[in-house]
Nanobody, 116 residues
Framework: QVQLVESGGDLVQAGGSLRLSCAASGNIFRLNAMGWYRQSAGKQRDLVAVISSGGSTNYGDSVKGRFTISRDNAKMTVYLQMNNLKPEDTAVYYC??????????WGKGTLVTVSS
């Protein structure tokens, strides 16, 4: 089992910045990709950003150039730096961690609200 605890969600004005953190604990040996997904009311959960254990990254189209994902393998923590936030970025942000086998775990989510 892997436990994921997110933090950093808040209310921010459009154009502002936030940094989300997700700390993994438990059976973290050989965890592969870690990342962030988001879900707003009435919509499906979408990829925001993912980073592999080697540092390769992938971003959703709507956040490219504004968000940056990073990872501290020693702390088993993944970060999401979000700049130039827009009202459409409002959502619950979920941390995800998976093994190479595909087994994945989710955090409980942290709410980001961007006011116009």
């Amino acid at each position: 089992q892997v436990q994921l605890v997110e933090s950093g969600g808040d209310l921010v004005q459009a154009g502002g910045s936030l940094r989300l953190s997700c700390a993994a604990s438990g059976n973290i040996f050989r965890l592969n990709a870690m990342g962030w997904y988001r879900q707003s009311a009435g919509k499906q959960r979408d990829l925001v950003a993912v980073i592999s254990s080697g540092g390769s990254t992938n971003y959703g189209d709507s956040v490219k150039g504004r968000f940056t994902i990073s990872r501290d393998n020693a702390k088993m923590t993944v970060y999401l730096q979000m700049n130039n936030l827009k009202p459409e970025d409002t959502a619950v942000y979920y941390c995800n961690a998976r093994y190479a086998s595909g087994v994945a775990y989710w955090g409980k989510g942290t709410l980001v609200t961007v006011s116009s």
